[in-house]
């Protein structure tokens, strides 16, 4: 059965930062892409970030670009967000996902998405 399990959300002040943290289990993804998504209140859930099979390669939505980081470590068949500088329109549910097939491109596409978790809440003050 697969699981993914996100953690390292928690509450935070604008301009501070957090490390976002994916653990999957019950197959190996190292020959999938990973994302990040987030969903906020009312919201549809969106892309944030996305990685390659091999880290060599990574996307972001325009409004996260030059403030998170998507990194994944294959041997942990983990996937991080750091996140800095946070702004309060960044806070939601995020979630990561691995795609639904093995390939080697980043995959930005959220119905290429699947197994989703059950998400780590981030909220941002002002």
């Known amino acids: 059965q697969v699981q993914l399990v996100e953690s390292g959300g928690g509450l935070v002040e604008a301009g501070g930062s957090l490390r976002l943290s994916c653990v999957a289990s019950?197959?190996?993804?190292?020959?999938?892409?990973m994302g990040w998504f987030r969903q906020g209140a009312g919201k549809e859930r969106e892309f944030v970030a996305g990685i390659n099979w091999s880290g060599g390669s990574t996307d972001y939505t325009d409004s996260v670009k030059g403030r998170f980081t998507i990194s994944r470590d294959n041997a942990k068949n983990s996937v991080y967000l750091q996140m800095n500088r946070l702004k309060p329109e960044d806070a939601a549910v995020y979630y990561c996902?691995?795609?639904?097939?093995?390939?080697?491109?980043?995959?930005?596409?959220?119905?290429?998405?699947?197994?989703w978790g059950q998400g780590t809440q981030v909220t941002v003050s002002s």
């Open positions: 996902a691995p795609t639904r097939v093995a390939t080697v491109r980043v995959i930005t596409n959220r119905w290429s998405y699947d197994y």
């Open positions: 019950g197959r190996t993804f190292s020959n999938y892409a």
